[in-house]
DNA sequence: AATAGATTCAACCGCGAGCCG
DNA sequence: ACGGCTCGCGGTTGAATCTAT
């Protein structure tokens, strides 16, 4: 049984919304809002255009408080370290970034964030066809990785690349020594996320203290609590957005964005990391990198990747177990306030 | 100035979740 | 419990624009 279609195809306008339609669907939504129902819309207001088509000019394009235009630094920054952290989860990153939409960090992130972080390790490994597994994939183990590889998607391989930068054993990234100390609200933010996205449920380590998952779960939904005490103690900080969940604005200055520090994140975008050996010792490092963790450490990758983790939860939509339900709520609820239309 | 190739980004698509009768 | 429907998401496409030759 196929599925029923959003709305008749053969009488629905494509292609760039044109002023008068944007003029319309505008003034209709600030009046009255969306009652509820985007598919019903058009036809109220004679648009000839597709509910969810609407839906995403309202959202993307003409909702008010939106900003065009270029990136900040910070808005880079926190960009880098959530998608590190989470992945692909655009609506989640956006809701960190006031004004901005989904569609626009992941338009950011694909034409030019990625290309500044990944470029470098990405033209290096073009030059070695076969580096990957360092022999012919028929061998030993070798069709084993093949297919591994062929089944990550560009994402994760990704995010696999930052994730080896992140391991060079000299890299600032691995002397945890050297980390400053992430605030409360930042470590249990960036190891909740990484909760969401780990299907093997190994202990999480939450203020020097290794907790169950479902520990840890508990802990991520208290995130809200500690926000609404950060929010009483700067009221006049109008800035705190709320729902900032990276803290942003509510610890300004000198504390790092997320899980990294401006420095890291500098390091990162600068790719500055690359340059720690010399071009041939990293190919060799950066292969012996994956070789071990291929072999030894896949336990420890469920983080950073959807593609290992089970049927239930490699979806994006994987928010959904009993135990994510109060963060999800959460990282939504501003999100999704700004589209609420009185 | 003309052309090809690269880049950007608005818009589309299909899927899964959740709600409701 | 089931099916229909809408919503929201992430991935992808393709026209417009920019840049290099």
């Known amino acids: 049984m196929g599925k ?11 292609g760039p919304w044109s002023p008068e339609e944007d003029a ?28 969810k088509s609407c839906r995403l000019r309202w959202l993307n394009y003409l909702r008010p408080n939106l900003k065009h235009g270029g990136f900040s630094e910070e808005e880079d920054n926190i960009i880098c370290s959530l998608y590190i952290s989470i992945g692909s989860r655009w609506s989640v990153i956006a809701a960190q970034l006031p004004g901005r939409t989904d569609n626009d960090i992941k338009n950011y992130w694909n034409t030019r964030l990625k290309k500044k972080l990944l470029g470098r390790s990405k033209n290096s490994r073009m030059n070695r066809p076969s580096a990957i597994s360092g022999q ?30 992140l391991q060079n054993p000299f890299s600032f990234y691995n002397n945890p020594a050297f980390w400053p100390k992430l605030n409360p609200f930042q470590d249990k933010m960036i190891q909740g996320l990484q909760f969401l996205n780990d299907s093997n449920n190994q202990n999480y380590i939450i203020q020097g203290t290794s907790i169950s998952p479902q520990q840890a779960a508990v802990e991520c939904s208290t995130i809200s609590n500690l926000k609404a005490e950060e929010h009483q103690n ?26 990294f520090t401006q420095a890291e994140l500098n390091e990162l975008l600068n790719n500055e990391a690359a ?14 990198c994956f070789k071990e963790m291929m072999n030894e450490s896949m336990d420890n990758l469920g983080w950073w990747s959807n593609d290992f983790v089970d049927s239930n939860s490699a979806s994006s939509n994987s928010w959904d177990s009993a135990t994510k339900v109060n963060i999800s709520e959460e990282l939504y609820q501003d999100y999704t306030l700004g589209y609420t239309m009185q």
Request: with cysteine; aromatic share 8%; net charge neutral.
């Open 4 to 14: 029923a279609p959003c709305c008749d195809k053969a009488n629905v306008k494509k």
């Open 24 to 51: 319309k669907l505008k003034a209709y939504i600030e009046e009255y809002g969306t009652g509820g129902n985007w598919i019903a819309l058009p036809q109220k207001i004679g648009l000839k255009r597709c509910g």
């Open 136 to 165: 012919d994939p028929k061998d030993a183990n070798g069709g084993e990785e093949k297919n591994y590889l062929q089944n990550l998607s560009s994402s994760a391989l990704e995010r696999l690349q930052l994730h080896m930068q």
């Open 234 to 259: 700067s009221e006049n900080e109008r800035n705190f957005q709320s729902s900032n969940f990276v803290g942003q604005s509510s610890y300004k200055g000198t504390e790092p964005v997320s899980g």
């Open 275 to 288: 340059d720690f050996l010399p071009a041939q010792s990293q190919n060799i490092a950066e292969f012996d």
